[in-house]
């Protein structure tokens, strides 16, 4: 069966540091992957995709930038936090068509 | 512009009850229809899921689609004071690049 991983799942970190949010796919090949934030009471806001190792698509400009290094691997990224950056990231992937699976989540607060 | 609407709710129930969830689309090339279920400070789960025109029952969780009128309902039957969070409708569309919409979600409180 499929596991999805997200790691770390809590987070609290200052403005301006550097941010690595880690996410892995286990029992599965050649998935689709995304990253997701959801503000506090808000919906959830697609912020990368990709559909293979090295390909990346981006839906929000913003700070933070994705990378796929290997096929069950997705890791979102940032140089710089900002305040707006405070959220509960969400990995998840899926086949094509088909359903897609979330993993548990990273909450992070910037202070 | 593909859109997906939910009434933000809270929709209240009493214990034992059906409770009815609604979903419109935009996108008449929509092709698969998703149920989540979150509750709160915890990840989405999927809970439904539907193709094809009718419904499809998985124990008390019915999924309903009607392509022809844009919709896709969940019935959660004897609803339960644990069924209460948030339902999040999600839609894909035919080709491109299988992102799904996400609807905003509808706020379910069963109460005793």
């Known amino acids: 069966s499929q596991t999805i991983h997200q790691w770390p799942a809590t987070l609290v970190q200052p403005v301006g540091s550097p941010l690595s949010l880690e996410c892995t796919v286990e029992?599965?090949?050649?998935?689709?992957l995304y990253w997701y934030r959801q503000a506090a009471g808000r919906g959830l806001q697609l912020l990368f995709y990709s559909v293979g190792i090295g390909q990346i698509s981006s839906e929000v400009p913003q700070n933070l930038s994705a990378s796929r290094p290997q096929d069950r691997q997705f890791i979102l990224s940032s140089k710089k936090l900002l305040l707006s950056d405070s959220g509960f990231y969400l990995c998840?992937?899926?086949?094509?068509?088909?359903?897609?699976?979330f993993g548990p989540g990273t909450r992070l607060t910037v202070t | 512009q593909k859109e997906v609407e939910q009434n933000s709710g809270p929709l209240s129930v009493p214990e034992g009850a059906i409770a009815s969830l609604n979903c419109t689309y935009s996108d008449r090339g929509s092709q698969s229809f998703f149920w989540y279920r979150q509750y709160s400070g915890k990840s989405p789960e999927l809970i439904m899921f539907?193709?094809?025109?009718g419904d499809k029952e998985d124990g008390r969780f019915t999924a309903q689609l009607n392509k022809a009128s844009q919709y896709v309902s969940l019935l959660i039957r004897d609803s339960q004071p644990s069924d209460s969070a948030t339902y999040l409708c999600?839609?894909?569309?035919?080709?491109?690049?299988?992102?799904?919409?996400f609807g905003r979600g509808t706020s379910l409180i069963v109460h005793p």
């Open positions: 998840a992937w899926s086949l094509s068509l088909y359903e897609q699976y």
């Open positions: 029992g599965t090949s050649n998935p689709n």
């Open positions: 539907i193709y094809s025109n």
């Open positions: 999600a839609v894909k569309v035919i080709g491109g690049s299988y992102i799904p919409t």
